[in-house]
Protein backbone atom coordinates (compact mmCIF):
# COMPACT_ATOMS: atom_id res chain seq x y z
CA UNK A 1 0.00 0.00 0.00
CA UNK A 2 1.41 3.51 -0.29
CA UNK A 3 3.09 5.06 2.36
CA UNK A 4 1.52 8.44 1.78
CA UNK A 5 -1.97 6.76 2.49
CA UNK A 6 -0.49 4.35 5.53
CA UNK A 7 1.39 7.50 6.82
CA UNK A 8 -1.65 9.83 6.67
CA UNK A 9 -3.69 6.99 9.11
CA UNK A 10 -0.80 6.90 12.07
CA UNK A 11 -3.47 9.32 13.85
CA UNK A 12 -6.65 6.66 13.52
CA UNK A 13 -4.67 3.59 14.76
CA UNK A 14 -2.98 5.84 17.68
CA UNK A 15 -6.23 5.45 19.27
CA UNK A 16 -6.45 1.49 18.66
CA UNK A 17 -8.34 0.42 22.06
CA UNK A 18 -11.20 2.99 21.26
CA UNK A 19 -11.74 1.59 17.51
CA UNK A 20 -10.92 -2.19 18.69
CA UNK A 21 -14.11 -1.80 21.38
CA UNK A 22 -15.93 0.20 18.48
CA UNK A 23 -15.04 -2.88 15.92
CA UNK A 24 -16.23 -5.90 18.67
CA UNK A 25 -19.48 -4.16 19.12
CA UNK A 26 -19.80 -4.00 15.22
CA UNK A 27 -19.18 -7.74 14.90
CA UNK A 28 -21.08 -8.69 17.94
CA UNK A 29 -23.98 -7.05 16.33
CA UNK A 30 -23.22 -8.87 12.77
CA UNK A 31 -22.94 -12.20 14.94
CA UNK A 32 -26.36 -11.66 15.98
CA UNK A 33 -27.63 -10.79 12.34
CA UNK A 34 -26.27 -14.06 11.17
CA UNK A 35 -27.89 -16.34 13.77
CA UNK A 36 -31.13 -14.87 12.57
CA UNK A 37 -30.66 -14.94 9.05
CA UNK A 38 -33.16 -17.21 6.81
CA UNK A 39 -31.59 -16.38 3.46
CA UNK A 40 -28.17 -17.25 2.62
CA UNK A 41 -27.09 -13.91 0.82
CA UNK A 42 -27.69 -12.62 4.06
CA UNK A 43 -25.51 -15.03 5.81
CA UNK A 44 -22.65 -14.52 3.33
CA UNK A 45 -22.64 -10.73 3.46
CA UNK A 46 -22.63 -11.01 7.50
CA UNK A 47 -19.36 -13.32 7.47
CA UNK A 48 -17.96 -10.93 4.54
CA UNK A 49 -18.43 -7.31 6.84
CA UNK A 50 -16.78 -9.62 10.20
CA UNK A 51 -14.07 -10.38 7.82
CA UNK A 52 -13.72 -6.68 6.85
CA UNK A 53 -14.04 -5.36 10.26
CA UNK A 54 -11.44 -7.91 11.57
CA UNK A 55 -8.75 -6.78 9.13
CA UNK A 56 -9.87 -3.37 10.19
CA UNK A 57 -8.33 -4.62 14.06
CA UNK A 58 -5.15 -5.51 12.19
CA UNK A 59 -5.02 -1.69 10.65
CA UNK A 60 -2.57 -0.66 13.31
CA UNK A 61 0.18 -2.91 12.45
CA UNK A 62 0.08 -2.87 8.64
CA UNK A 63 -0.10 0.72 9.42
CA UNK A 64 3.14 1.13 11.86
CA UNK A 65 4.90 -2.16 10.65
CA UNK A 66 5.56 -0.99 6.82
CA UNK A 67 6.03 2.67 8.33
CA UNK A 68 8.08 2.08 11.37
Do not use: F
Not at 11 to 19: E, M
Amino acid sequence: MNKEILGSLKPLVNHQLQLNKYLDALIEQHYRAMEQAEDTTVLYRTQGAIGALRRLKLLREEVLGKDG
